[in-house]
């Protein structure tokens, strides 16, 4: 398996577009909707998740140091899909880990910081998902998610 995070341009952006969730945006914000924010957020890092060349997926970085003056000054992972059809293969666990070893290329970057619905059916999976890749709980809450961190 090769997963690879690639640059989304006019070339595949309608095949990441189709990409779904299967959650009907209830833990993770539909692709439109992140590529709109990374059109005006300096800070933003999209990628498609591709393996063999094929979009499974998608994530965004907050990146602070893609800009001289960041909203917010930690890096975090502010968004990670994977199509309802490429789910369970282990692509999200791939992509995190290719973002980690990005990250810690950055400038200013000690820690990866990243938050969850607490509220949903799959808050305990997700937090199982990200402990198994180093993640941990931080005990704060922002805007109704859980907050987790990585020393990078």
Partial sequence: MSVQLVEITRHNLAEL???????GGKQVAP????????????EAWPR??????VLVGFLMLYDPSLTPAPEEPKFALWRLMIDKGQQGRGYGAAAV???ITHVRTRPGAETLYLSY????ANAAAA??????L???PTG?????????SLRL
């Avoid at 577009?17 to 959650?23: F, M, P, Q, R, V």
């Avoid at 498609?48 to 060349?53: L, N, S, W």
Wanted: glycine content about 10%.
């Fill in 31 to 42: 692709n439109v909707r992140s590529m709109a924010q990374a059109a005006v957020y300096a």
């Fill in 97 to 99: 880990q290719a973002l």
């Fill in 127 to 132: 937090e199982r998902f990200y402990r198994s």
């Fill in 17 to 23: 577009l189709k990409l779904d969730a299967g959650d």
């Fill in 48 to 53: 498609g998740i591709a393996v063999d060349g």
């Fill in 134 to 136: 180093g993640f941990t």
């Fill in 140 to 148: 704060e809450i922002d805007d109704g998610e859980l907050v987790m």
């Fill in 117 to 120: 619905v607490q509220d949903s």
